[in-house]
């Protein structure tokens, strides 16, 4: 009943619809109007309008049901982890050095992993969604049960941030759960962290790189993110070592000394691989009451150990998941190899034109 409501509404609105906008609506969604308009003086009528021509797609529900995060590890980084994406990425580094040069300057993050997280989100900029964000966040928001609640307010920031940012709220285009432009912000952290880092008057993610390296950086920090501080190493543990620190939640509930004490250690071998610049230098140095996460990645033939310290968590308040703060991290140790030799050769170009 309620479709046919919303197809005789969105037919009939310009001539003569026998339903009222109000009376396609049902009652949540009428619940809804009001606590915006009572909440943040939208208007009621307009906004029935705008409700009433929302579109529940069964797409965006079955997405949302088969997330990439929920692969095992061996299967998820070679999604990100591509010759290709990595190319791409230092081509991006090279038309953008000056801009990422005052993002790291301004936010203490550096270069490779704003890098890293443009090249996981949007590919650059090419691939930044295909669903309507209206209704993707209205379909989570008024149809989606387990995350109901949470998607709902996205939904109520979506229509803010339009009103902020002077935007056909119906006509932007996202990710199936609602993340919009070069970096996949959803419409609260839009709204919150976004940054006009070219200062033209706009705070531009969907079209601007430039504003978009500035939020994600903006982001990070402001999640607490730590200049020069390390973020992981990969250790050596047997499963009865890791097996009391291994915990679902993200949260972090032990030191550096607690994981230590357990015989957890350093896998210098493995930090080589990753490029961790002087693993052993600064795995010596990292306070004894530093906040630590033992991680746990599943691979074909075993399990790989890793240590998060605080910079990871907060990669992991980008995206709640362990696996992409993970790629995310390797990324950027890939993409800061190939930067070094990008800023070597600049430097040797410099040199030989003085």
């Not at 149809?143 to 803010?160: I, T």
Request: charged residues 20%; hydrophobic residues 40%.
């Amino acid at each position: 009943m309620r479709g046919l409501a919303k197809v005789i509404f969105a037919l009939c609105f310009t001539t003569i619809s026998p339903l009222s906008s109000a009376e396609a609506l049902d009652t949540d969604e009428k619940a809804f109007v009001q606590m915006m308009v009572n909440e943040h003086q939208f208007d009621a009528k307009k906004l029935e309008q705008l409700m009433a021509s929302a579109v529940k797609e069964q797409s965006v529900i079955e997405a949302i049901k088969r997330p990439w995060e929920a692969k095992p590890w061996h299967q998820y980084y070679p999604i990100f982890l591509t010759d290709k994406r990595l190319k791409k990425g230092l081509e991006f580094y090279q038309a953008h050095r000056e801009t990422l040069a005052r993002a790291e300057k301004t936010y203490g993050v550096p270069a490779e992993m704003i890098v890293a997280i443009l090249g996981i989100e949007s590919f650059y900029g090419t691939y930044t969604g295909n669903y309507s964000a209206f209704n993707a966040l209205y379909t989570l928001g008024f149809h989606y049960p387990p995350r109901k609640s949470f998607f709902k307010k996205e939904f109520a920031q979506l229509l803010l941030l339009a009103e902020d940012e002077k935007f056909d709220a119906s006509g932007l285009k996202s990710s199936y759960a609602g993340a919009l432009g070069w970096g996949q912000f959803i419409p609260s952290s839009y709204r919150h962290y976004a940054v006009d880092f070219d200062d033209d008057g706009v705070r531009d993610l969907l079209n601007n790189p430039v504003d978009a390296i500035g939020s994600i950086a903006n982001y990070f920090k402001r999640n607490g993110w730590k200049a020069g501080e390390p973020v992981a190493f990969p250790v050596d543990a047997t499963s009865e070592q890791a097996k009391p620190w291994l915990k679902k939640s993200l949260k972090y509930r032990n030191t550096f000394q607690q994981v230590t004490k357990a015989g957890i250690r350093l896998n210098a071998l493995s930090a080589q691989t990753y490029a961790i610049d002087n693993a052993q230098s600064q795995w010596n140095n990292i306070p004894a009451d530093s906040e630590s996460k033992l991680f746990d990645f599943a691979q074909p033939n075993g399990i790989d150990y890793w240590l998060g310290l605080k910079n990871f968590y907060v990669i992991t308040r980008y995206n709640h998941s362990k696996l992409y703060a993970m790629v995310a991290f390797q990324f950027s140790r890939q993409l800061a190899q190939g930067i070094t030799a990008i800023d070597d050769k600049a430097a040797q170009v410099d040199t030989n034109d003085a």
